[in-house]
């Protein structure tokens, strides 16, 4: 059995519990086991960084010593914003060993730093560490017909000499993830586009506005779902879809899921079990999609007609 | 007894601001040999050269010191100066105290002064042992080899052999004319360029004094200036060009279908096949890559229905020599691809081109009939977006420098694009509008009147696709807002880049070439044309980005500078080389494998004392030696002395400090 390092970060524990259970199952199905990090502290989110350089550091650095601790070379991190926090600190240090050296001395009680812990989105090890092949050898119920809109936004990828992960504008990890399960990814464009993130408290209309022209791209694409792999995209695109439609007088009704939920339908597990409830905006008509075979589209594909040159040949 | 001159130069506020220039003269007259010291503002101008010249005479100097920037820039200036005085040239030193010391210790006046000081005695000291030298004569093979057969090769080749020297024309692919071949008309006065180009292209094929080999490329180049040899490989091309009358049977039957590099794999092309109807020669050659005959055996439909019996599968590459006395290279450009432009959608959106794409769809020859079509539906496009600046002047994704020709096509593809289709708009995102040259400025602002284009100042963000539109996102900079259009048609204004095999060839001439493989010059300012390595020139964009006037300016400056070099039947060479002495020579030859230029070979000399048994020496082949000290510095036994920079010379210099 593989085993794997854990950082839930404070929303698995919260808004996002549906992410942490999820993927806990899926992860039992796919033979890896989950361990905390003991005594994690917080990853010092949005506001660390903004206010001094030492505590942006130390507060990752601080669970990366303690992870250290534990015999796993890898480390996975549920929440976007969790993982960006301590794959920078860790390209930051591993560059700088200086800095290193200062960072530690505020974290000096829990050990000294060796940056011997690879740090991976848990999007990152699905695809990465586990594998599309593999994720499909696991499928018992595929969700052919289900089209969705994998949305990736903007810490996931990006910036890419730190993240060194996918496509920083145009991902398709998790679109790969999809196909494995049997669902149908969609032509989207706005993957890495802003959701608004945390101005989802302090300035809501701006958040109204972001995630609303992602939900619109996503509607547009033809998708019945979006996929993401952060808490807040989710709990932006999902929480405030009813204010989003309000705003703009239109209906969307798309239901927001995070993949390891897809993965865990896919693997067999029962709907029950995978605390859809908690969602906003109801899972059922995307769902229902599931095991509608459309009319095969014809491939629209053509390619551009050389007025001329045809006429010479044969 | 030594008497020395030492002229100490200002160079304006160059040296003089950072170095105290009199303290330094002061210092110098304290030297003993020294009989004369002056310093003035300018040393290379007439009055200071005057004042050398005056000054050799009147105090019947033995040699002269110049202080001031580096030899490189005005050695010849200065010994010119001796000659002209009665003085063998080579009695010259100069002493660098521009970019040895002022330039380089711009924030130490005391320290860059007492190095000045240094850089003079040790020059004085050297000049002191100094010899007299004379140039030596090598005799000149009058025949240029040009590289590159586009409108820079086609001009150097022209302008050199209207000159009668005899001309070997390069080109790698089966026709010369290059990118401007593919172009369909040319800023700033909208010429036709295949009726501007393809008058000369036939000059060249049918002038007396070329020699043009298609589809060949330079393996080697070996010699130095006026008798280079050059191994040219002429590619099989499966065609027999003597026979064949180009009649175009064997690719209207050839079966296979391969994507047509004229039209930037709009269209689809044979395998046997001239790359344009107007090409020249105009002879098909078979790509070996995809022709089925040569690949499986099977086929010969182009020889079963070649009346002439040109077609030859068992032709083999072959390689041929030419000697020669002068190298043109003019190699190119690439067009840079904007694959990691991905939040554009490069790749993803078949409806975004480059502009060498809509070149060859706006072209009268080209694939749509001179009509621009969308790749995604053949539909003629309404809203076309021009992005200019894809790749340059950007350091994250593409280059720093500017490609200097994308405004000005930009604004051309505007007006072909309002030509072609009259209910058309044109939007244009810029971040400059850089036209400087003739007539350009006016060109663009005439354009924008005409075409009532848009332009937006700013960057594109993004573009993403709605429905069968594409939608741009970028910022207007002068209105500060974000703005969006649907386009039909989005055209990408893609860098323009050193040619892939650049620094190959670039190895293979012993010449040198910048980080962006861009062949370098001799001098950015005063020799534009010129390689460091004797004998060997730049035409075009090979050297950097540039126009059709300024590479049809250069290629002509490289013919001057061949026929120049061509004027005498023999040529005179700096005679600051190494010998041998063949006493001392033990025959280790640890110099022949370090000499980079090959200058080095082995003779056979009487072992002395009256034996007759011969020994192994090392020779040095005068013409080809190129003074770089490498084997003095090697030779054991100290046999190796370099003209120049002999033991005394450098002893006396170590001495002196």
Same mark, same amino acid.
């Given at each position: 059995?593989?085993?794997?390092?854990?950082?839930?970060?404070?929303?698995?524990?919260?808004?996002?519990?549906?992410?942490?259970?999820?993927?806990?199952?899926?992860?039992?199905?796919?033979?890896?086991?989950?361990?905390?990090?003991?005594?994690?502290?917080?990853?010092?989110?949005?506001?660390?960084?903004?206010?001094?350089?030492?505590?942006?550091?130390?507060?990752?650095?601080?669970?990366?010593?303690?992870?250290?601790?534990?015999?796993?070379?890898?480390?996975?991190?549920?929440?976007?914003?969790?993982?960006?926090?301590?794959?920078?600190?860790?390209?930051?240090?591993?560059?700088?060993?200086?800095?290193?050296?200062?960072?530690?001395?505020?974290?000096?009680?829990?050990?000294?730093?060796?940056?011997?812990?690879?740090?991976?989105?848990?999007?990152?090890?699905?695809?990465?560490?586990?594998?599309?092949?593999?994720?499909?050898?696991?499928?018992?119920?595929?969700?052919?017909?289900?089209?969705?809109?994998?949305?990736?936004?903007?810490?996931?990828?990006?910036?890419?000499?730190?993240?060194?992960?996918?496509?920083?504008?145009?991902?398709?990890?998790?679109?790969?993830?999809?196909?494995?399960?049997?669902?149908?990814?969609?032509?989207?464009?706005?993957?890495?586009?802003?959701?608004?993130?945390?101005?989802?408290?302090?300035?809501?209309?701006?958040?109204?506005?972001?995630?609303?022209?992602?939900?619109?791209?996503?509607?547009?694409?033809?998708?019945?779902?979006?996929?993401?792999?952060?808490?807040?995209?989710?709990?932006?695109?999902?929480?405030?879809?009813?204010?989003?439609?309000?705003?703009?007088?239109?209906?969307?009704?798309?239901?927001?899921?995070?993949?390891?939920?897809?993965?865990?339908?896919?693997?067999?597990?029962?709907?029950?079990?995978?605390?859809?409830?908690?969602?906003?905006?109801?899972?059922?008509?995307?769902?229902?999609?599931?095991?509608?075979?459309?009319?095969?589209?014809?491939?629209?594909?053509?390619?551009?007609?050389?007025?001329?040159?045809?006429?010479?040949?044969? | 007894?030594?008497?020395?001159?030492?002229?100490?130069?200002?160079?304006?506020?160059?040296?003089?601001?950072?170095?105290?220039?009199?303290?330094?003269?002061?210092?110098?007259?304290?030297?003993?040999?020294?009989?004369?010291?002056?310093?003035?503002?300018?040393?290379?101008?007439?009055?200071?050269?005057?004042?050398?010249?005056?000054?050799?005479?009147?105090?019947?100097?033995?040699?002269?010191?110049?202080?001031?920037?580096?030899?490189?820039?005005?050695?010849?200036?200065?010994?010119?100066?001796?000659?002209?005085?009665?003085?063998?040239?080579?009695?010259?030193?100069?002493?660098?105290?521009?970019?040895?010391?002022?330039?380089?210790?711009?924030?130490?006046?005391?320290?860059?002064?007492?190095?000045?000081?240094?850089?003079?005695?040790?020059?004085?000291?050297?000049?002191?042992?100094?010899?007299?030298?004379?140039?030596?004569?090598?005799?000149?093979?009058?025949?240029?080899?040009?590289?590159?057969?586009?409108?820079?090769?086609?001009?150097?080749?022209?302008?050199?052999?209207?000159?009668?020297?005899?001309?070997?024309?390069?080109?790698?692919?089966?026709?010369?004319?290059?990118?401007?071949?593919?172009?369909?008309?040319?800023?700033?006065?909208?010429?036709?360029?295949?009726?501007?180009?393809?008058?000369?292209?036939?000059?060249?094929?049918?002038?007396?004094?070329?020699?043009?080999?298609?589809?060949?490329?330079?393996?080697?180049?070996?010699?130095?200036?006026?008798?280079?040899?050059?191994?040219?490989?002429?590619?099989?091309?499966?065609?027999?060009?003597?026979?064949?009358?180009?009649?175009?049977?064997?690719?209207?039957?050839?079966?296979?279908?391969?994507?047509?590099?004229?039209?930037?794999?709009?269209?689809?092309?044979?395998?046997?096949?001239?790359?344009?109807?107007?090409?020249?020669?105009?002879?098909?050659?078979?790509?070996?890559?995809?022709?089925?005959?040569?690949?499986?055996?099977?086929?010969?439909?182009?020889?079963?229905?070649?009346?002439?019996?040109?077609?030859?599968?068992?032709?083999?590459?072959?390689?041929?020599?030419?000697?020669?006395?002068?190298?043109?290279?003019?190699?190119?450009?690439?067009?840079?691809?904007?694959?990691?432009?991905?939040?554009?959608?490069?790749?993803?959106?078949?409806?975004?081109?480059?502009?060498?794409?809509?070149?060859?769809?706006?072209?009268?020859?080209?694939?749509?009939?001179?009509?621009?079509?969308?790749?995604?539906?053949?539909?003629?496009?309404?809203?076309?977006?021009?992005?200019?600046?894809?790749?340059?002047?950007?350091?994250?994704?593409?280059?720093?420098?500017?490609?200097?020709?994308?405004?000005?096509?930009?604004?051309?593809?505007?007006?072909?694009?309002?030509?072609?289709?009259?209910?058309?708009?044109?939007?244009?995102?810029?971040?400059?509008?850089?036209?400087?040259?003739?007539?350009?400025?006016?060109?663009?602002?005439?354009?924008?009147?005409?075409?009532?284009?848009?332009?937006?100042?700013?960057?594109?963000?993004?573009?993403?696709?709605?429905?069968?539109?594409?939608?741009?996102?970028?910022?207007?900079?002068?209105?500060?807002?974000?703005?969006?259009?649907?386009?039909?048609?989005?055209?990408?204004?893609?860098?323009?880049?050193?040619?892939?095999?650049?620094?190959?060839?670039?190895?293979?001439?012993?010449?040198?070439?910048?980080?962006?493989?861009?062949?370098?010059?001799?001098?950015?300012?005063?020799?534009?044309?010129?390689? +460091? !390595?004797?004998?060997?020139?730049?035409? $075009?964009? *090979?050297?950097?980005?540039?126009?059709?006037?300024? =590479? #049809? @300016?250069?290629?002509?400056?490289?013919? +001057? !500078?061949?026929?120049?070099?061509?004027? $005498?039947? *023999?040529?005179?060479?700096?005679?600051?080389?190494? =010998? #041998? @002495?063949?006493?001392?020579?033990?025959?280790?030859?640890?110099?022949?494998?370090?000499?980079?230029?090959?200058?080095?070979?082995?003779?056979?000399?009487?072992?002395?004392?009256?034996?007759?048994?011969?020994?192994?020496?090392?020779?040095?082949?005068?013409?080809?030696?190129?003074?770089?000290?490498?084997?003095?510095?090697?030779?054991?036994?100290?046999?190796?002395?370099?003209?120049?920079?002999?033991?005394?010379?450098?002893?006396?210099?170590?001495?002196?400090?």
């Amino acid at each position: 059995m593989k085993k794997l390092t854990y950082f839930p970060g404070c929303s698995a524990h919260g808004t996002s519990e549906e992410f942490d259970s999820t993927l806990k199952l899926v992860l039992k199905t796919l033979g890896v086991e989950l361990e905390d990090i003991p005594d994690w502290n917080c990853c010092g989110a949005t506001s660390a960084h903004v206010m001094t350089e030492n505590l942006a550091y130390a507060l990752p650095m601080r669970n990366l010593v303690l992870a250290e601790r534990l015999e796993n070379t890898t480390m996975g991190i549920a929440c976007a914003s969790c993982y960006q926090r301590m794959k920078v600190t860790k390209v930051h240090l591993d560059e700088n060993p200086d800095l290193a050296k200062r960072i530690n001395t505020t974290v000096a009680e829990e050990g000294t730093y060796k940056g011997s812990v690879n740090v991976k989105s848990m999007l990152q090890f699905a695809y990465e560490d586990i594998g599309p092949g593999t994720i499909k050898s696991k499928v018992t119920k595929p969700l052919t017909g289900l089209k969705v809109a994998c949305y990736y936004g903007c810490l996931l990828t990006r910036p890419k000499n730190i993240t060194g992960f996918d496509s920083p504008e145009y991902p398709v990890s998790m679109d790969r993830i999809c196909e494995a399960l049997g669902a149908t990814a969609t032509e989207f464009d706005y993957k890495t586009e802003c959701c608004g993130a945390s101005f989802s408290i302090s300035n809501t209309e701006v958040v109204e506005s972001l995630s609303g022209k992602i939900l619109e791209m996503a509607k547009e694409s033809g998708a019945h779902a979006i996929v993401v792999a952060c808490p807040l995209c989710q709990s932006n695109l999902d929480m405030r879809q009813p204010d989003i439609e309000k705003h703009q007088g239109t209906r969307y009704d798309i239901p927001v899921f995070y993949f390891t939920q897809l993965m865990a339908l896919a693997f067999g597990y029962p709907a029950g079990q995978l605390k859809f409830p908690r969602h906003i905006v109801p899972v059922e008509g995307a769902l229902a999609n599931i095991g509608k075979v459309e009319p095969e589209q014809e491939k629209v594909k053509k390619p551009i007609k050389a007025v001329a040159a045809e006429s010479e040949v044969e | 007894m030594a008497r020395v001159g030492v002229f100490v130069c200002f160079c304006g506020a160059n040296i003089a601001d950072y170095v105290d220039v009199p303290q330094v003269v002061a210092e110098v007259k304290r030297i003993k040999e020294v009989k004369y010291a002056i310093e003035y503002k300018y040393m290379c101008s007439d009055p200071g050269q005057g004042m050398i010249r005056d000054a050799i005479v009147q105090h019947r100097l033995t040699s002269v010191v110049v202080a001031a920037c580096s030899p490189r820039m005005h050695e010849k200036t200065f010994r010119k100066a001796l000659s002209d005085a009665g003085m063998n040239p080579y009695l010259l030193e100069v002493a660098n105290i521009r970019e040895h010391s002022s330039w380089v210790h711009q924030k130490d006046k005391k320290a860059a002064t007492e190095k000045a000081m240094d850089l003079c005695r040790m020059a004085v000291a050297k000049s002191i042992a100094n010899e007299q030298l004379h140039e030596i004569s090598v005799p000149v093979t009058k025949r240029a080899l040009v590289i590159g057969g586009g409108i820079a090769g086609i001009q150097a080749a022209l302008d050199i052999a209207d000159a009668r020297i005899p001309v070997v024309l390069v080109e790698k692919s089966p026709s010369i004319g290059g990118k401007m071949a593919q172009l369909d008309e040319t800023f700033p006065t909208l010429d036709c360029s295949q009726c501007i180009l393809t008058p000369k292209m036939v000059d060249v094929a049918s002038h007396p004094y070329i020699e043009l080999i298609p589809y060949a490329e330079v393996l080697e180049l070996e010699g130095f200036v006026g008798n280079y040899k050059a191994k040219i490989k002429k590619k099989a091309s499966y065609v027999n060009f003597k026979t064949c009358t180009g009649c175009g049977a064997c690719w209207q039957k050839c079966p296979v279908k391969v994507p047509n590099e004229y039209n930037m794999g709009i269209d689809k092309r044979k395998a046997i096949y001239t790359p344009f109807p107007q090409a020249v020669p105009n002879k098909p050659v078979i790509d070996a890559e995809h022709c089925t005959m040569l690949l499986k055996g099977k086929c010969g439909i182009c020889a079963k229905f070649c009346e002439k019996g040109a077609i030859d599968y068992t032709m083999k590459d072959e390689i041929i020599e030419r000697e020669i006395g002068a190298v043109v290279v003019a190699t190119g450009y690439d067009l840079w691809d904007p694959k990691p432009y991905e939040e554009y959608g490069v790749g993803r959106f078949r409806d975004i081109i480059t502009s060498l794409e809509f070149e060859r769809m706006v072209s009268a020859n080209g694939p749509t009939n001179g009509v621009p079509v969308r790749p995604s539906d053949g539909k003629v496009p309404k809203n076309v977006v021009f992005i200019k600046c894809i790749g340059s002047r950007d350091e994250a994704k593409g280059i720093e420098y500017c490609s200097k020709i994308c405004c000005m096509y930009t604004t051309k593809h505007t007006i072909l694009l309002h030509h072609k289709v009259h209910d058309s708009h044109s939007y244009v995102f810029y971040m400059d509008i850089r036209a400087a040259g003739k007539g350009y400025e006016e060109f663009v602002k005439k354009a924008q009147v005409d075409t009532a284009a848009t332009y937006l100042r700013g960057r594109v963000s993004k573009i993403y696709k709605k429905g069968d539109k594409l939608m741009v996102r970028g910022e207007d900079a002068q209105i500060g807002q974000v703005v969006e259009v649907e386009a039909d048609l989005v055209v990408l204004a893609s860098a323009v880049t050193a040619p892939k095999d650049n620094p190959e060839l670039a190895r293979l001439l012993g010449i040198s070439y910048d980080k962006y493989g861009y062949m370098s010059e001799a001098h950015p300012k005063l020799r534009p044309v010129e390689t +460091a !390595k004797a004998g060997i020139f730049l035409a $075009g964009c *090979t050297q950097a980005p540039k126009d059709i006037p300024d =590479t #049809v @300016s250069q290629a002509s400056a490289c013919a +001057a !500078k061949v026929c120049g070099l061509f004027s $005498g039947d *023999t040529m005179k060479k700096d005679p600051m080389i190494s =010998t #041998v @002495s063949n006493e001392y020579c033990s025959g280790c030859l640890n110099c022949v494998k370090v000499c980079p230029y090959g200058a080095i070979v082995t003779d056979e000399v009487p072992m002395g004392f009256g034996s007759k048994e011969l020994r192994t020496v090392a020779k040095i082949n005068e013409g080809v030696c190129q003074g770089c000290g490498s084997c003095v510095a090697v030779c054991r036994s100290m046999a190796i002395s370099l003209a120049g920079f002999t033991d005394p010379q450098i002893i006396n210099e170590i001495v002196s400090i």
